[in-house]
């Protein structure tokens, strides 16, 4: 998503080259034969070919996707819908994906392409007849009582109360799933010869929907909401998944924890990083991600946040999307959008051309940013025809979107990530706080030994 500065953009320290890192791509260079070449190309080829499938800007009847690349070069976002997901015509898995570094598209298309087949494999092999597990789950639970209403706040803490409750098994063996296929997917991009993910990486917000069921995991700050009627029958935004940031305290904690600094510069103290504890380097704005095995050893994880939810006939819609959108648009403001689209076809488009005119508009001195949104309908529209071929091989990228979060209602997540964490004074602080117009990595981290007794970068005024 274009979030690593050019060698002509700030950094901590602007009299300091940005670093090289042609020895690295010279090693990879050698492993890149003709034959494993050939193989990723066809196999590729093989899973755009995939009917029900969808990568590029389109819709079908259940879902609308578009991306748009920014002011910062390469589009760096990725997005898939993949309906009849492990052959059930009942389940559908969406995700967006949000690269950054130099390499941070190359990352974001490959977990787009890969961990949709973990989670498809884990499900088959540990989920045996998933419907049966999910509807023993509903049927079993005894947390909501059918004669007790659920609203939505309390819907979204089913996954945190089925773990304490003795019937957690069921869903238990759903999380796992996740935790696994995240798992394997971040060791996969390590091994990974062709794809140098060092100093970039992805976030990844992804969905499973079954029947009524939705099981959403989230590494990053990309982030998914769902519309839903409340009970005036108006229109309510309910955001799904916390944006995963280093200011929030557990994250930060964690980090320390494991000798990474977390801070912010003077010129932006509203944007919280992770750096290199002896090294200046990289400033990455999330506390978890896909790749970036240069902090991997310093706090930053790739453990997903999962969420559990049991929809109902008011939930509308559900929509992905990268921090291009939510940090120029409200999480209501993106609802009324897609709710008022002309047609389900069009909707992602329509938050997208929201969004860079409203980057255009509060923001005209910063890049934009890339984009990509995902929405999901949740009853079927008959009159909607397909747009997006599941053949087509060539990627369509667009030209426009940047970075600002706001806030709305939040719900769900498990332990000491909450969306709201108390500190020990007392003060709240959101998962939505802290974020700002800003690239997801200021530099790369630098490969000589910094000299010690230099001042941290917060000490130090940038360009």
């Not at 050019?6 to 950094?11: I, L, P």
Request: glycine letters at 6%.
């Amino acid at each position: 998503m274009g979030s690593c500065l050019s060698g002509e953009s700030r950094s901590p320290h602007p009299s300091s080259p940005t670093p090289s890192l042609g020895v690295k791509k010279k090693k990879n260079s050698k492993k890149r034969t003709s034959r494993s070449s050939s193989f990723n190309f066809q196999r590729e080829e093989q899973l755009h070919r995939i009917p029900g499938r969808m990568f590029l800007n389109g819709s079908s009847e259940f879902a609308s996707l578009f991306t748009q690349q920014g002011k910062k070069g390469t589009n760096q976002d990725a997005m898939v819908v993949w309906e009849n997901f492990g052959s059930r015509t009942d389940t559908i898995f969406c995700g967006v994906f949000d690269g950054h570094g130099p390499f941070g598209h190359m990352v974001a298309k490959r977990v787009r392409d890969s961990l949709p087949l973990k989670l498809s494999a884990h499900w088959d092999v540990n989920v045996k007849g998933s419907t049966d597990v999910l509807r023993e789950v509903t049927l079993n639970s005894s947390l909501h009582p059918a004669e007790t209403p659920v609203t939505p706040d309390e819907d979204s803490r089913t996954f945190q109360d089925l773990e304490i409750n003795k019937n957690s098994e069921k869903l238990q063996a759903l999380k796992d799933l996740f935790l696994k296929a995240f798992k394997v997917m971040d060791r996969e991009l390590r091994m990974h010869t062709n794809i140098d993910c060092f100093c970039s990486g992805t976030t990844a917000v992804t969905l499973i929907k079954q029947g009524q069921d939705l099981i959403i995991g989230n590494v990053g700050d990309s982030r998914a909401i769902l519309c839903t009627r409340d009970k005036k029958d108006s229109l309510v935004a309910v955001q799904l998944t916390v944006d995963l940031k280093p200011n929030l305290p557990a994250e930060a904690e964690r980090i320390r924890k494991c000798k990474g600094r977390v801070f912010a510069l003077q010129d932006e103290p509203e944007v919280t990083r992770v750096w290199l504890p002896n090294n200046d380097s990289p400033g990455l704005a999330m506390a978890r991600a896909f790749g970036d095995f240069c902090l991997k050893d310093f706090g930053l994880i790739s453990v997903p946040d999962i969420f559990y939810r049991r929809l109902t006939e008011n939930d509308q819609f559900i929509v992905l999307a990268t921090d291009g959108i939510w940090d120029v648009l409200t999480n209501k403001e993106v609802v009324d959008i897609v709710a008022s689209a002309e047609t389900r076809s069009c909707a992602a488009r329509a938050v997208v051309e929201s969004a860079v005119r409203s980057w255009k508009f509060k923001y005209p001195t910063s890049k934009v940013d890339d984009c990509a949104v995902v929405c999901l309908f949740l009853s079927p529209e008959h009159t909607n025809v397909s747009t997006a071929s599941a053949t087509d091989l060539a990627e369509k990228d667009g030209t426009d979107a940047d970075d600002e979060v706001v806030d709305d209602e939040v719900v769900g997540n498990e332990g000491a990530d909450s969306a709201t964490t108390k500190t020990e004074a007392g003060i709240d602080w959101s998962a939505l706080e802290g974020v700002s117009r800003v690239n997801t990595m200021l530099t790369l981290p630098r490969f000589v030994p910094e000299e010690t007794g230099k001042p941290t970068p917060g000490q130090k005024k940038t360009n």
